[in-house]
Nanobody, 125 residues
Framework: QVQLVESGGGLVQPGGSLRLSCAGS????????MGWFRQAPGKEREFVAL????????RYADSVKGRFTTSRDNAKNTVYLQMNSLKPEDTAVYYC??????????????????WGQGTQVTVSS
């Protein structure tokens, strides 16, 4: 079993930066593909980014490509989402999630079996 706790959300002005962290527990964390998803009010949860277990493969949604970077430190059981050049449309609750079974780089939320509680990111002047 994997437990995930996100942190680092908050209020930031357009053009600003935030770094989200997701701390995991459990022996399978280092073998899991880790994904980031977000959900804005009235919208469905959407894929943001992922990084595979070794950190060698990452994928990004087109809407964040070139602005967001995800990475992981398996020694610390932590995955990160660096968000730069933030826009108001990035406002959402951000979730990290673990795919502990496939070993693949999958973007579907249904592929992930463990989820954090979410952290609010608000981009506003």
């Amino acid at each position: 079993q994997v437990q995930l706790v996100e942190s680092g959300g908050g209020l930031v002005q357009p053009g600003g930066s935030l770094r989200l962290s997701c701390a995991g527990s459990g022996r399978t964390f280092s073998r899991a593909t880790m994904g980031w998803f977000r959900q804005a009010p009235g919208k469905e949860r959407e894929f943001v980014a992922l990084v595979t277990a070794s950190g060698s493969i990452s994928r990004y949604a087109d809407s964040v490509k070139g602005r967001f970077t995800t990475s992981r430190d398996n020694a610390k059981n932590t995955v990160y989402l660096q968000m730069n050049s933030l826009k108001p449309e990035d406002t959402a609750v951000y979730y990290c999630a673990a795919d502990t079974t496939s070993g693949l780089a999958r973007q579907l939320a249904s592929a992930y079996d463990y989820w954090g509680q979410g952290t609010q990111v608000t981009v506003s002047s």
